[in-house]
């Protein structure tokens, strides 16, 4: 556990006045700042929310946006909803793949990247749509392009 | 009287997301104006009398559901749904994303109205800019002194707290969505009791969406005689509809309800791409039947689209050209529904399962002949059968397209592949 996290799990208790409202906005800062939940990461919001482990684990499991193994420094996000792959973003994900050398799903061998399918981002008049640790890139033009900016620069 | 637009200033006025600009273009005023001239009864009944329904999906009148607040001094929360995770709606991320404070703004009226004295915004995992340019809204509007204790000199005071969520399309259904503000698994709970007598904390709760949230200022500030010249008697006023797909010019427009669909796709959202035809058009979020080219002068208004065959719903409209599958399109929204379903209920779990199999099956070209039947079968054991409506919500293209377009759907399993070639749309991850 890190100092800080006592810290953060403070003021987000403070914020929300029930406790268990707090542990998703802790488990927000924490991954943003590890890159993902561990087991011990897990144990620790447990500790310092004063939750059941296994509570905290069902919730971690339940939401897309926490992850449980490891990620890639940046994790890539491509929406294949419908307004998406009506304006090419499973040829986008195929593209990616390629140019990648891994599966949607995987992370590239030197830790860079994990690519990921996304459900309907909520930016259909910029299909095809992809998000980068969270932030928008979109439209996005091609995989190259994506690549050149967001990775290799 | 101001002119429009009402509720899409940002695409119009630069910088509205500051304060001072949303400030030197009348805003706030509209709150100033609320906690002078009026009380909260009055406004509630204001709202009501403007006729707005809510902006979520179901189209609830809103002034009725922040009546049915109990009176017995308990607390009082209310939360704006910005889940926004419906396919094809991006109106909530705009409002939000380019002009926070009048939301905020919206929030403050709508709180002095129903009494809270704590509001929350719940953002999905995936607005990080939203959330973060609402945060930094709510800071500038404390600075200001329209949040916290005593705003403006009237007595009320007001807390917002803006949560994000974390990625959960089911969060988006309000009772979930509570849940999920409790730190909880975003499972639906059983209705009644409806989040108005037992929301946030179990405490009285009003669940609205952000759009709903956002007419607040402008109903203030002309009245609800002006939202009643727009629109029809039991759709009145302003709607945001969002435009995608195979159109020259997707995008958010501010429409008067009841302005016909074909102008929402050719004035506002330009045409077609490449001079194709419309094939259908799905008005409202994926949830919704779709409609097809020969009902392209519907109004866009609740009880036209409702007669013509679907649902206004959230206003995400989804517009598919003369060259795609039908059997790809239905494919891909079930699939959808089958990720996000939560896993309480089989009917929902299961169904979405199995139909996402057979659909891509079929789009594979390995149906066979006895898959329309199955698919029917599913939806008939889906339909009506599930916890929350999220199950229903996975039929509503599917069954409609089958009936529509019932001959490409054979066609797939008489000629073992897809017509059309399934070139635009490579749905087959086998
Ligand atoms: C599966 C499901 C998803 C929903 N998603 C949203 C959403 O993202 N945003 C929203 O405002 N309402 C959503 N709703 C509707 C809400 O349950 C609720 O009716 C709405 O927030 C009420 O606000 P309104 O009265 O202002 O429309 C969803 C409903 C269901 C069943
Ligand atoms: S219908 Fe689906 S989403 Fe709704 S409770 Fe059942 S399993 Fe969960
Ligand atoms: S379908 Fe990709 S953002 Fe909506």
Known sequence: MKPKWQVWANEAKAEFPKANSALLPLLHRIQTEEGYLSENTINDVAELLQLPVPYVESVVSFYSLYFQKPVGKRVIHVCVGLSCALNGSDQLMHHLEGKLGIQEGQTTQDGEVTLLEAECLAACDLAPVAQVNLRFVAPVESADALLAKEVNS | ?430
């Open chain 2, 1 to 430: 009287m101001s002119q429009g637009p009402y509720l899409l200033r940002n695409q119009v006025i630069a910088d509205i997301d500051q304060i001072d600009v949303y400030e030197a273009n009348q805003g706030y005023q509209p709150l100033r104006k609320a906690l002078k001239e009026y009380d909260p009864k009055a406004l509630v009944e204001m709202v009501k009398a403007s006729g707005l329904r809510g902006r979520g999906g179901a189209g609830f009148p809103t002034g009725m559901k922040w009546s049915f607040l109990p009176n017995d001094g308990r607390p009082r929360y209310l939360v704006v749904n910005s889940d926004e995770a419906e396919p094809g709606t991006f109106k909530d991320r705009e409002l939000i994303e380019k002009n926070p404070h009048q939301l905020i703004e919206g929030m403050i009226i709508s709180s002095y109205a129903t009494g809270a004295r704590e509001a929350y915004v719940y953002c999905r995992g995936e607005f990080l800019y939203g959330a973060a340019q609402l945060k930094r809204a709510v800071a500038e509007a404390y600075q200001h002194g329209y949040l916290g204790e005593n705003i403006l000199d009237s007595g009320f005071s007001l807390d917002i707290k803006v949560y994000r969520g974390a990625g959960a399309y089911i969060c988006g259904e309000e009772s979930a969505l509570l849940e999920s503000l409790e730190g909880k698994r975003g499972n639906p709970r059983l209705k009644p009791p409806f989040p108005a007598v037992a929301g946030l904390y179990g405490m009285p709760t009003v669940v609205n969406n952000v759009e709903t949230i956002c007419n607040l200022p402008p109903l203030v500030e002309n009245g609800p005689e002006w939202y009643r010249t727009m629109g029809t008697e039991k759709s009145p006023g302003l709607k945001v509809m969002s435009v995608s797909g195979h159109v020259n010019r997707p995008g958010n427009y501010e429409i008067p309800l009841s302005t016909p669909l074909r102008s929402l796709i050719e004035d506002y959202a330009g045409g077609i791409k490449g001079g194709r035809q419309v094939k259908a058009i799905i008005p409202g979020g994926s949830s919704v039947p779709v409609l097809t080219a020969d009902k392209l002068d519907t109004p866009v208004d609740y009880e036209a689209i409702l007669a013509a065959g679907s649902m206004l719903g959230s206003g995400g409209c989804i517009v598919i050209d003369d060259q795609t599958c039908m059997v790809a399109v239905s494919a891909r929204l079930v699939r959808f529904y089958r990720e996000e379903s939560c896993g309480k209920c089989t009917p929902c779990r299961e169904g979405t399962f199995w139909m996402t199999d057979v659909l891509e099956r079929m789009e594979a070209g390995a149906g066979n002949p006895r898959d329309l039947d199955l698919i029917r079968d599913m939806a008939d054991n889906i339909a009506g059968k599930c916890f929350c409506p999220l199950g229903d919500a996975s039929l509503g293209v599917v069954v409609s397209a089958m009936k529509y377009f019932e001959d490409e759907f054979e066609a797939h399993v008489t000629e073992h592949s897809c017509p059309m070639g399934a070139r635009l749309y490579d749905t087959v991850n086998h």
